[in-house]
Every structure is written in C-alpha cells, then in structure tokens.
C-alpha cells in the first residue's frame, strides 16, 4: 500500500496546487451571431419580441433572458423559448408595449458543453422625430478617398457630409502610428456640408490613417453618440502599418482556466474512469467471481466523484445565482451527473450488473461535457468518438489499478502469468483508440492552425502535453510486453514498478482532458476559409500578414485579372462592421493595412471587385483569428 499512499500524497499536492491558482472565467463557448433589435438601436416603437441567434443550439432556463429599464425596473416577458425550426433561434415575448426609455436585455444561456454564456443587449425606444436626424447623418465623400494612392502630399483633407456637422475629434497617423500635424476643422462658408482641414507640414511617402468623430450641427440631444469613421490613403506608394516597439509582452498563466469547475471535472474523471475501467478488468480481463465483491477502492473512487460534482454543481450554481433550487435541478448539467452517481450506487451494490451501470454512467459524459455536442465539431458522431475515447481510457486506466490491488504480493507472479498477457493485449487497443479518436477531434476541433497558434493556446499545449504522454506510454508499454515474456522475481518488480509510474501518467492524463473540457479549441484554430476561391471565371487568393491580433496587411491577389476596385467588409457577430477601399498596388493586386483583425475570434470578410466591365463579383470568406478572450465565443 505504500504506493498508494505516495499517490494519495501526489494527488493532494496537485490539490493544493489548484487551490492556489485563481479560476479565470474565459468567454463562453459558443456566439451570439445577431440580435433583434440590435445593439444600441435606437427604436421608434416598442418591438412586440426580443430575438437572439447563436452560432449554437443554446440550453435555456428560467432566467435566461431578463429586461430592465434605465431605473433597474424588472419587465416581465410572456415567454421564453427556443425556435422549434431553428434551435439557435431564441424568443421572448413581450406583454406590453414599452414606453420611451433606455433598456437592457440581460442574457445567460448554458452553451452545449455545460459553460454560462452571459451578454447584454442595449437598444432604446424614442420618439420618430427625435430619432429621424441621427438615422440620415452620415459622411457622403472625402478626399483624399478610401484607398486612394495620390501624386505627391496632398495640402488638405475634405469631408462631406449630408448635413451640417460638427468634427468633435480628428486624426491623421503615418506607417508608423506617429499623428501628423493638422489645423483645426474649417466649415466651408459656401458649403456648410463640407469641412476642411489643413496639413501643418507636408506628409512622406507611405500610408496614412485618418480617424474622425462627428455629429450633426443642430443636434441637441446630448444622447446621441458621434458617429466615428476610418479611412486610409497614401502618397505616392502602399506602405504597411506598422506597430511601435513596446517591448516584450507580459508572459500570462500556462492553464487560465484552472479553477474549481476544472478540478472537479478532473476528480470526476479520475472516478468515472477508474470505477468502469477497474469493473471491465475483473469481469472481462481477470475473470473471478471473488475479485467483484464490493471493496473499499470502489467506495474511495465514488467518493471522487461525489466530490467532482459537487465542485462542478458549486461553480456553476455561482454562475447562475437568480435561479431557485428546483429550477437548478431540472438543468440537463445538473440532474445527468445526479443521475450518475446514482446508476454507479447501483452498480457498487449490484455487482452481477456492476458493469453495465458503470458504463451507463460512463456514457452519459459527452452529453454534459466536452465540445463533441456543437453541431460545428461533428455532433453526435463526434459523440460517439468521443464515448470511445473515453471507454478506451478507461480500459487501460481501470487495468492498471486492477494490477496494482492484488491483495498479496507472493501471489502476484501466478495471477500476472494468466492475466498480464490479456491486459497487455487489451492495453494496446485502448491506446490505438485513443490515438485514433483524439487525432480525429483535434483535426475536428482545429481544422487549421499554426504551430505558433497551437502552443500560445491553453487547448493546443495540453494537446501536446497529453500527446507527450501518451507516447511515453507506448515507450513504457513496448517494455512491459518483452518482460512479459519472462515473468521471473525480477520481472514481476520492474511490471509492478512500471504500472505504478503508469498510474501516474493517467492521473497527469485526466488533469490535462480536466483542462480541454473548460478551454477553446477555437483558440489554437487560426486560418482563412478558403483561402482561394474561383467565381465567375476570377481566381482570388487572399492572405493576412500576420493572421493574429493588431496590426494586418491583407493581399487580394485576383491573378492578373483586370479589376477596376474592390471593397472589403469585415463584420463580426452579432453587430461589428466595417467597410474599406483597397489599394491597388499593381495590375490584379489590392491591399490593405491597418489594425484590421482587432478581436480573437470568427471574422466574416466579404471581398466586392468591380471588374473592367462594370460587372460586380462578391467572395465571401471566413478569418479565424486565434486568441484565448474568444470575442463572443
């Protein structure tokens, strides 16, 4: 028992451990792709519902959508409920009609693999002719235009609007983020539409950002936010954006996410996995009645679950405090690990059937955990993937706890003759399945990335890690079978020793599946979908430089294809959207620059060329840029 006193010790250490690292709440794992109404809109009459679509079926419960007004007073709604011909599609009904005001839609709904996601939507309901000026205000033209490469330093900078407008800030910054000197904005006295605005000093050759804010003139409703826009020009010559040196970025926590929901996940896994894995070796591998009788190990291992959910239901319950203690329970993430717990009670006390409820239990895991149920990472055959990862794991994590609690020592040699040969047999399948089936759901998961993107991701490093010891147990495993070949004295100690440090590897091995079931796939993904496409007889190659955070330089490559101008648009769920005109820097080739990928996350790009011919073509393609903060995800 020595061994297992020296793993208890272990375990507690990496207990406390986790007790010392503050749980970090990252983003849900799911988006909010578009609400009705939107954020911050302004609405001339009361909308009859509130509507939310998520990139995901979503989970609901009884607080998962709330309205406020601007004094913190409760709305009552008429219902809430998932669209029956659209499960991302969510509705809440309004009773009665809203009176003017500002208001807050309060959501939290439970994403596929168990974690809150919570959001707020803001809109107001104001009167038609208070709204009708801030709805038409908008900038008609400027010089120099989006995307205009000019002959030499232009003296001034011109904008229309389509009405009078007051500039309330203004920017103009060089390649190198540096802000060049300009005037103060000048009404054209001929023209009240049309502001100026002078250089102080004449602008180098390069690429220029101009950033501005305004709002219209006769406006007094101090509510209204400024309208802000962005463009870009430059002298003479494309040049890329470029960002200043700020030195070396602050190194953040390898694992963000441990915390109290992981640690329980992890005990609940150790549980789990051990209570089947040790039931399937005693009824399949070693085969004697006796060895099935109830025994302290089983209940020790409940008791690991027992505390994994409790740990798991504690942090979840703090995410969802407003609701009460019978809404809780009807939660699928709530009564599934009860339901659990009570089909391993049976299978402790019912030993006949002892593997059947064990894996009963066991298969109920992808339903409540793990990123398998999103329909983008393959649904219910990601599902079934996933059922057999675990059962595999558990074969081979189950067998070598069964070897190591044979009750006598001098008996060992014998039981290990006739049964570490099948275990061994048995060992080497359950890891080619969780070869097998882990490559398939990380391919699935992240169907593209780079090795920079994968390790700067919490989920590729554990990927990795998990990888690591996974081979070290092939290494450990393709020893075992040559010892099993010559079971003397000495190759009993070297099996039992090696099992042991097996056991640990399993343990480090459910620490790290602990960490991927409460971190992102999407963080270590990075990638343009598709980065080529061919529409109407034109070939686009797009590539981002670089595809991460900051500052970009996007190259659309229309391969010699004679096209006139092309217009970009990046949006981003549920409301982010903007427009730009691309340099051209040569025949077929556009540009563009600038801070351009400014969240992680899923960016919709749509690309508009204008062909010689008049004819507009439009390619549509999807950036994912990696990060751990998931904008809306």
């Known amino acids: 028992m020595k061994f297992v006193h020296k793993f208890f010790a272990l375990f507690v250490t990496l207990l406390l451990m986790h007790a010392v690292f503050p749980e970090i709440h990252g983003l849900a794992h799911s988006t909010l792709e578009e609400t009705n109404p939107s954020e911050g809109e302004r609405l001339t009459e009361s ?13 609901l419960h009884a607080e998962s959508i709330q309205l406020k007004s601007q004094s913190g007073t409760r709305i009552e709604l008429e219902d809430t409920r998932v669209d029956p011909d659209d499960k991302t599609h969510i509705i809440s009904n309004l009773n009665d009609e809203l009176p003017p005001g500002s208001y807050v ?6 994403a596929l693999d ?12 104001v009167k038609k002719e208070k709204t009708q000026q801030q709805t038409d205000f908008e900038i008609i033209q400027n010089y120099p235009e989006d995307g205009e490469i000019t002959d030499g330093s232009p003296r001034k900078m011109n904008l229309w609007f389509n009405q009078p407008a007051d500039i309330t800030a203004i920017g103009v910054f060089d390649d190198r983020q540096q802000s060049i000197s300009i005037k103060e904005p000048v009404m054209n006295p001929d023209d009240p539409n049309h502001v100026i605005i002078e250089f102080n000093e004449e602008l180098p050759k390069g690429s220029y950002q101009v950033t501005w804010y305004a709002r219209p003139a006769a406006s007094e409703d101090i509510s209204l936010p400024d309208t802000i826009g962005v463009f870009y020009f430059a002298v003479d010559e494309f040049t890329a954006i470029q960002q200043p040196s700020e030195g070396e970025p602050v190194g953040s926590a390898w694992f963000a996410s441990i915390g109290l929901k992981q640690t329980g996940y992890w005990l609940f896994f150790i549980g789990m996995m051990a209570l089947f894995g040790l039931a399937f070796f005693h009824t399949v591998i070693h085969k004697e009645a006796a060895s099935l ?21 504690v942090a979840q319950k703090s995410e969802l405090e407003s609701l009460s203690f019978i809404q809780f329970l009807s939660l699928k993430f709530v009564w599934i690990p009860l339901l659990q717990i009570g089909l391993l009670l049976l299978g402790v006390f019912l030993t006949k059937v002892r593997l059947l409820f064990f894996a ?5 895991i992808p339903f409540i955990t793990g990123h398998a149920a999103y329909p983008r990472y393959g649904g219910y055959f990601s599902m079934f993937m996933n059922a057999l990862h675990l059962m595999a794991s558990s074969i081979w994590i189950g067998g070598l706890l069964g070897l190591l609690t044979f009750p006598k020592k001098e008996e060992m040699k014998k039981i290990l003759r006739s049964t570490l040969p099948a275990f061994s047999n048995w060992a080497f399948v359950s890891l080619s399945v969780i070869i097998v089936t882990g490559l398939y759901m990380t391919m699935k998961y992240v169907p593209s990335y780079t090795i920079e993107s994968f390790w700067k991701s919490e989920w590729g490093k554990t990927i990795v890690l998990k990888m ?24 009993v100690s070297k099996v039992a020793k090696r099992v042991r440090v097996e056991i640990i590897y399993a343990a480090l091995f459910l620490l790290f599946a602990s960490v991927l079931v ?22 686009l190659d797009v590539r981002f430089s670089p595809l991460k955070l900051g500052l970009n330089v996007l190259t659309m490559d229309f391969e010699g294809e004679p096209i006139e101008e092309v217009e970009v648009t990046l949006s981003m769920p549920p409301n982010y959207q903007v427009n730009y005109k691309a340099f051209q820097v040569e025949e077929g080739v556009f540009k563009l620059t600038g801070n351009l990928l400014h969240a992680a ?13 008049g004819e507009e073509v439009e390619f549509a393609f999807r950036v994912v840029i990696p990060g751990e903060m998931r904008f809306n995800e």
């Open 601 to 613: 996350g899923t960016m919709n790009m749509t690309v508009t060329a204008e062909k010689s011919n």
């Open 360 to 364: 009963a239990a066991l298969l109920l």
């Open 105 to 110: 839609a309060m959501i939290s709904v439970i």
């Open 114 to 125: 168990g974690d809150i996601m919570e959001e707020n939507l803001n809109f107001q309901v």
């Open 518 to 539: 409460v971190s992102t796939p999407g963080s270590a993904e990075q990638g343009v979908y598709p980065a080529i496409i061919e529409k109407e007889d034109v070939e």
């Open 293 to 313: 009788k109830r025994n302290p190990l089983s209940f020790f291992l409940l008791f690991f679950v027992f505390t994994g959910v409790v740990l798991v239901l």
């Open 47 to 59: 909308p009859s519902m509130l509507e939310f679509w998520f990139q995901d079926p979503v989970v």
């Open 468 to 491: 690591a010891l996974t081979l070290a147990v092939l290494v450990i495993g393709f020893f075992q079978r040559r010892l099993i070949k010559k079971l003397t004295e000495k190759a």
